[in-house]
């Protein structure tokens, strides 16, 4: 049962882990692809090259490395060693042979790139929303709905912006009421908050101002 225990780890290390590996490293350099959204083409996309991967240490390698896959408990023998070379075949060669394929992709699309910016190409945050809304600091917001009605107010420390995969929604610490143009007027007595969903929303627009404004005084920011 050991050696079987064995060879069944070592089987899935090098005979399966290293295309996920590849596969995971071209995606955080690159972006993810349209094809990439189904899960079942990831899968056998990764089995593929993972396979590649095995065939390329077989040849490379030869009997050094099947006489040791037929008896993995020559791996205890030198136990440092053998997790070096795990660790290279299984992480790092796939992590750099992405890394690789990265740079020689990007040099041919951004000739005139220098190499140390080839890897900032692809930004991971998921939506413009989520852009947005990590980068705001403390003012308005007003939000034209579907209907073509205004509303908005302040958003502040208190206030929250939701993130991928929920829809886009926002609160608001503070509601104001707004004219049809659009035109900030006074904020909403008593008003604790406000939620707006804005997923189906026609426009939303962020605005620059001074810390809030005090609510007795009104105005427009």
Known sequence: MLLSGWQQALTVLLAVVPGFVYQGARAHFRGPTP?????????????????????????????????KLSDPVKYLDNPHWSALWAFLMVFAIPFSSAMLVHVWNTRKQFPGVHWTKRFRVYNP???????????????FIR???????????????????TSYPETRELFVEEAW?????????????????????????????????????????GGSP
């Open 143 to 161: 939000v034209l709905t579907k209907d073509g009605l205004w509303i908005g107010g302040y958003a502040g420390e208190q206030s929250f912006f």
């Open 35 to 67: 094809d990439e959204r189904e899960i079942g083409v990831r899968i056998l996309r990764a089995l593929a090259l993972s396979g590649i991967f095995a065939l390329l240490y077989v040849g490379v390698l030869g009997s050094r490395l099947t006489s």
């Open 177 to 217: 009421d707004l004219d049809n143009d659009g035109a900030f007027q006074n904020p909403i007595p008593a008003s604790v908050g406000m939620w707006v969903r804005c997923d189906d929303a026609q426009l939303v627009q962020f605005l620059r101002s001074d810390p809030a404004p005090d609510p007795a005084a």
């Open 125 to 139: 945050v998921p939506t413009a929303w989520d852009f947005a809304n990590t980068r705001l600091e403390p003012g």
